[in-house]
């Protein structure tokens, strides 16, 4: 029997590979998990969204759910939930809140570009607070099966949220933004997709690459980390702070990698394992200089009232990370997993 073809006035599901809707962890994300499940609007407290902690167990898990409605959705939660008024009005009270303390712990930090990538690109002196190195001189196993688990929340996506800059950038920073993407999603190969290196990886760790397989054992400060993207992803007004954000994490990403090639291969983590970061030690390393003057350059130079917003998205992305990375390191510090369950043995 041939289905029917979709339209807006017919309700059409996700397919089967959207995440399993997971449990909420308070008001809010019980809210948006029993609204998808019902189909019904989400029943909260309005006063709820002012008096949550915008780094959260509950607010984080909730706008993970609302957001990963303009990814892949979840299996029987009909498409057109994506643009719910409902959900969106509860998603923008959100991201109301998450923006408010982000300006506000940010609000000494650098307003132009120099200034806020400077740092990032001088490898530290004292590396004792950096998580890769952490992993590449004394990480064991299962810390670099629970960092894979965690990561996988964004890299088995790896690339989707800074495309939807493409369309708001013009002339030399989108043709700048495309050639990278172009290189992320494989350069035209489905087994070159950085996603599905990243899948690789997990199988050589004796994890499942199911996508959003762990969202449940993720803790608020990870789930930070990808909303983050997603949150600048969405918004035409944030365009400037998602190019800094992927501006950030492509100049920061080729020394880490190298750390965390290493790692794996000192681990014997697997052959698939090594080859995901060592793939991005040589790719990120061009990519950095692409981002920087190209992707940058050429953004500044068709709307140089943007420079604070660039800013902005680097300052938030390295408070973010930092954050996690301090998660991590005192869970690991303390022989304790850092995730909510700790993950089966391999």
């Known amino acids: 029997m041939t289905p029917p073809s979709p339209s807006l006035s017919s309700t059409t599901v996700a397919p089967a590979a959207g995440p399993r809707l997971v449990e909420g962890r308070g008001e809010l994300s019980r809210a948006v998990t029993q609204a ?44 057109e939930r994506e643009w719910d008024p ?29 200034e806020a990538f400077a740092p990032l690109l001088v490898e530290p002196v004292d590396l004792s607070g950096s998580l890769s190195h952490h992993l590449e001189t004394g990480g064991e196993l299962w810390q670099l099966r629970e960092y894979a688990a965690l990561r996988s929340l964004y890299h088995l996506k790896e690339a989707d949220p800074h495309a939807w800059v493409i369309p708001r950038l013009t002339g030399r920073a989108k043709a700048a933004m495309v050639a990278i993407e172009y290189d992320e ?29 762990y969202l449940d054992h993720a803790p608020a400060p990870l789930l930070a980390t990808v909303n983050l993207m997603s949150l600048f992803g969405l918004h035409r007004a944030l365009r400037g702070a998602l ?35 060592a793939e991005h030690v040589e790719a990120d390393a061009v990519h950095e200089q692409v981002v920087r003057h190209e992707v940058i350059g050429g953004l500044l130079a068709d709307e140089p009232d943007l420079e604070a917003d660039i ?15 301090a998660h991590l390191r005192t869970a690991w510090d ?3 997993s850092a995730l909510r369950w700790p993950l089966p043995g391999p």
């Open 185 to 213: 999603f494989g350069a035209g190969r489905a087994d070159r997709i950085h996603a599905r290196l990243f899948a690789d990886l997990m199988a050589d760790l004796e994890l499942d690459p199911a996508y959003g397989r």
């Open 36 to 79: 998808l499940r019902s189909g019904g609007p989400p029943v909260y407290a309005t006063r709820s969204v002012l008096k949550a902690d915008p780094w959260g167990e509950d607010l984080q898990l909730a706008l993970y759910l609302l957001y990963e409605l303009h990814y892949r959705g979840f299996p029987d939660v009909a498409d």
């Open 334 to 336: 303390q022989g304790r």
């Open 243 to 277: 190019v800094g954000h992927f501006a950030c994490v492509e100049v920061t990403s080729s020394p880490g990698s190298r750390r965390l090639a290493k790692a794996m291969r000192r681990c014997e983590a697997g052959p698939a394992a090594e080859h995901f970061y």
């Open 311 to 325: 800013a902005f998205g680097c300052a938030a992305t390295v408070l973010l990370e930092d954050r996690l990375a």
């Open 86 to 114: 409902e959900l969106l009005r509860l998603r923008q009270s959100m991201e109301t809140r998450v923006l408010h303390a982000l300006r506000t712990e940010l609000s000494g930090a650098p307003r132009t570009v120099e």
